[in-house]
């Protein structure tokens, strides 16, 4: 059976993956001349990047038994559990733990959480022990409450909000406390404390593509035919099923055919691939939400803004940015700094000129640092990416769709469809997982 996977992503590469596993014979299509979506690597005349630094959690099962499976955990480069956040006011608060067992040790990194006093931090570790007692039915009954309401109605306040709850959601989701739906979040954390797996990683060359280069050769070495530069413009679905695919390639109009098509593609360009695909029976599909436009800009900079090797996490509200600042890939060499800023754009910001959101994003930074980064970095090296990216945060129950669709042979997979996770690489390839065993079902394949 023939099966068309659109989309190179980390979900795409593990769905083709899976697809491989039970016998079909797949062709996977990206749009862009390199795999990895959102994760990949930026190869410009100037500098090497990612679209943004990409963290692997220790206790992202799905993500991580991919990568052994592939040979790629091996390119992972795991951080010491400690982090170092940054207020808007530049107060910086250290979160560390001390190498206890189980529980004890999320316990010892809140009890010295430095940005709460001794009250608020008793009343932290007491909302993560309800969180700890809460049962299945009372966590789905919390997805249409925010993280801030279920913090508030606990117990907590709002410092343990903006210092504590808001950073972690909105590096996790680019959502804040008060938005992100808070079953969502308690989720991820009942997940860390039931696996006792609190350490992330980066890849070990600072560059994702060393990550995704592996899942890659384990699909050519097994047959798959891989596509690059290719944009899948359409479906062909007669009679409600699919039969195929239609691209340009360099020369001319071309169809394959398919008796699985899989869009793993963000909501955007499901849309926009249905709004080309004449058919009854789409309608469902083409009104698909598809979520906050996201801007992110990188800095490069050959001078160390931290401490400490440390992934330090910063939210300036003021922007909506939220900062990542690090050292610790060993591709940065100690003497220097990779700032990747994560921008909730507005519209307006969408259409501003690359010198207008450079000069936003390092006002917003040096506010946060609370020293002119211009004068002390003058020499060095700085690069941007003005890099928009739509993402669709599953946040809420309404915006999770199922990976079937109503068009037999068609399936969507991608982290907006994954159940109760924040979205991310772990959503992206338990969506994949989800979709091959559910077409592994319809298809009644037996390997
Ligand atoms: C700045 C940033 C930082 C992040 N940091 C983290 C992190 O630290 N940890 C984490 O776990 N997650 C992180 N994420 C989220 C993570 O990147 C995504 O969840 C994940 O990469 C999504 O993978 P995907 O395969 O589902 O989709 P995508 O990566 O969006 O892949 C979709 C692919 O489809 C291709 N495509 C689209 N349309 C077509 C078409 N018509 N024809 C052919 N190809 C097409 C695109 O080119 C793309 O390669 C971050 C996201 C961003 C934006």
């Not at 697809?19 to 990895?36: A, I, R, T, Y």
């Given at each position: 059976?023939?099966?068309?996977?659109?989309?190179?992503?980390?979900?795409?590469?593990?769905?083709?993956?899976?697809?491989?596993?039970?016998?079909?014979?797949?062709?996977?299509?990206?749009?862009?001349?390199?795999?990895g979506?959102?994760?990949r690597?930026?190869?410009?005349?100037?500098?090497?990047?990612?679209?943004?630094?990409?963290?692997?959690?220790?206790?992202?099962?799905?993500?991580?038994?991919?990568?052994?499976?592939?040979?790629?955990?091996?390119?992972?480069?795991?951080?010491?559990?400690?982090?170092l956040?940054?207020?808007?006011?530049?107060?910086?608060?250290?979160?560390?733990?001390?190498?206890?067992?189980?529980?004890?040790?999320g316990?010892?990194?809140?009890?010295?959480?430095?940005?709460?006093?001794?009250?608020?931090?008793?009343?932290?570790?007491?909302?993560?022990?309800k969180?700890?007692?809460?049962?299945?039915?009372?966590?789905?009954?919390?997805?249409?409450?925010?993280?801030?309401?279920?913090?508030?109605?606990?117990?907590?306040?709002?410092?343990?909000?903006?210092?504590?709850?808001?950073?972690?959601?909105?590096?996790?989701?680019?959502?804040?406390?008060?938005?992100?739906?808070?079953?969502?979040?308690?989720?991820?954390?009942?997940?860390?404390?039931?696996?006792?797996?609190?350490?992330?990683?980066?890849?070990?060359?600072g560059?994702?593509?060393?990550?995704?280069?592996?899942?890659?050769?384990?699909?050519?070495?097994?047959?798959?035919?891989?596509?690059?530069?290719?944009?899948?413009?359409?479906?062909?679905?007669?009679?409600?099923?699919?039969?195929?695919?239609?691209?340009?390639?360099?020369?001319?109009?071309?169809?394959?055919?398919?008796?699985?098509?899989?869009?793993?593609?963000?909501?955007?360009q499901?849309?926009?691939?249905?709004?080309?695909?004449?058919?009854?029976?789409?309608?469902?599909?083409?009104q698909?939400?598809?979520?906050?436009?996201?801007?992110?800009?990188?800095?490069?900079?050959?001078?160390?803004?931290?401490?400490?090797?440390?992934?330090?996490?910063?939210?300036?509200?003021?922007?909506?940015?939220?900062?990542?600042?690090?050292?610790?890939?060993?591709?940065?060499?100690?003497?220097?700094?990779?700032?990747?800023?994560?921008?909730?754009?507005?519209?307006?910001?969408?259409?501003?000129?690359?010198?207008e959101?450079?000069?936003?994003?390092l006002?917003?930074?040096?506010?946060?640092?609370?020293?002119?980064?211009?004068?002390?970095?003058?020499?060095?090296?700085?690069?941007?990416?003005?890099?928009?990216?739509?993402?669709?945060?599953p946040?809420?129950?309404?915006?999770?769709?199922?990976?079937?669709?109503?068009?037999?042979?068609?399936?969507?997979?991608?982290?907006?469809?994954?159940?109760?996770?924040?979205?991310?690489?772990?959503?992206?390839?338990?969506?994949?997982?989800?979709?091959?065993?559910?077409?592994?079902?319809?298809?009644?394949?037996?390997?």
């Amino acid at each position: 059976m023939r099966a068309v996977v659109v989309g190179g992503g980390i979900g795409g590469l593990s769905c083709a993956i899976g697809l491989m596993d039970c016998g079909f014979d797949v062709s996977l299509f990206d749009k862009n001349n390199k795999l990895g979506g959102v994760a990949r690597t930026l190869h410009n005349t100037d500098y090497i990047c990612d679209t943004g630094l990409h963290y692997f959690f220790e206790h992202y099962t799905e993500c991580m038994s991919l990568l052994k499976k592939c040979n790629a955990d091996k390119e992972i480069f795991w951080i010491e559990d400690r982090m170092l956040f940054m207020r808007a006011d530049s107060k910086k608060g250290m979160y560390s733990h001390l190498p206890l067992p189980g529980a004890l040790r999320g316990a010892s990194a809140i009890a010295r959480f430095n940005l709460l006093n001794f009250s608020d931090r008793l009343k932290l570790l007491g909302l993560f022990a309800k969180m700890a007692f809460l049962k299945d039915e009372q966590l789905s009954e919390m997805d249409n409450k925010t993280l801030e309401e279920w913090v508030l109605e606990n117990g907590g306040n709002a410092e343990i909000i903006s210092n504590y709850f808001d950073p972690i959601s909105r590096s996790l989701t680019f959502m804040g406390a008060s938005e992100i739906s808070a079953q969502t979040i308690i989720v991820w954390f009942n997940g860390i404390r039931k696996q006792n797996k609190i350490r992330f990683g980066i890849a070990v060359s600072g560059l994702s593509e060393s990550v995704i280069e592996p899942l890659k050769n384990y699909l050519l070495s097994r047959g798959c035919k891989i596509y690059t530069g290719c944009e899948i413009k359409s479906i062909t679905i007669n009679d409600g099923k699919v039969h195929g695919v239609n691209f340009k390639d360099s020369f001319e109009q071309r169809f394959i055919d398919a008796d699985v098509v899989v869009l793993a593609v963000s909501p955007a360009q499901v849309n926009k691939i249905l709004r080309n695909s004449p058919t009854a029976g789409k309608q469902s599909l083409i009104q698909m939400d598809e979520g906050t436009p996201v801007i992110v800009v990188n800095l490069l900079l050959s001078s160390n803004l931290t401490d400490e090797k440390i992934v330090m996490f910063g939210v300036n509200t003021c922007f909506n940015i939220f900062m990542e600042i690090t050292n610790v890939s060993r591709n940065y060499s100690e003497n220097h700094s990779l700032v990747t800023l994560i921008m909730n754009s507005t519209e307006d910001q969408l259409h501003m000129s690359e010198g207008e959101i450079q000069s936003i994003v390092l006002n917003d930074l040096e506010s946060s640092l609370g020293y002119s980064i211009r004068e002390k970095i003058a020499d060095c090296e700085i690069f941007r990416l003005n890099d928009v990216v739509t993402k669709q945060v599953p946040g809420h129950s309404r915006s999770r769709v199922d990976n079937k669709t109503d068009i037999e042979g068609l399936y969507l997979s991608g982290d907006y469809t994954a159940g109760i996770q924040p979205s991310g690489m772990n959503a992206s390839v338990h969506s994949a997982n989800t979709c091959v065993l559910k077409i592994k079902n319809d298809f009644r394949v037996v390997a």
